[in-house]
Nanobody
Framework: QVQLEESGGGLVQAGGSLRLSCAAS????????MGWFRQAPGKEREFVAT????????SYADSVKGRFTISRDNTKNTGYLQMNSLKPEDTGVYYC????????????????WGQGTQVTVSS
């Protein structure tokens, strides 16, 4: 198993930036694909970005493409989500997730989840 813990959330004005981190412990982080999802109040959890085990392949939701960048440092067992040009609609709880095989875009494809970190973007 792998344990995940997000950090880096907070309150930011529209147009600002935040960098989220996802620290992994337990099994070898490099053995897992990683994804970021978010959930706004009253809405379902939605896909944001995903990265392959090596970091060589990434994918983004259309709503964040060009503004967010997913990355990972397997030597530090940490994944990242750099968020620029933030908008109020980016507000929500952000979760990192890990899966042994697939860097998918659906929640059911991930076996391990962090507890989430709140991101609030004010207008």
């Amino acid at each position: 198993q792998v344990q995940l813990e997000e950090s880096g959330g907070g309150l930011v004005q529209a147009g600002g930036s935040l960098r989220l981190s996802c620290a992994a412990s337990g099994r070898t982080f490099s053995s897992y694909a990683m994804g970021w999802f978010r959930q706004a109040p009253g809405k379902e959890r939605e896909f944001v970005a995903t990265i392959s085990r090596s970091g060589g392949s990434t994918s983004y939701a259309d709503s964040v493409k060009g503004r967010f960048t997913i990355s990972r440092d397997n030597t530090k067992n940490t994944g990242y989500l750099q968020m620029n040009s933030l908008k109020p609609e980016d507000t929500g709880v952000y979760y990192c997730a890990a899966d042994r095989y697939y860097s998918g875009t659906y929640t059911y494809q991930y076996d391990y989840w962090g507890q989430g970190t709140q991101v609030t973007v004010s207008s």
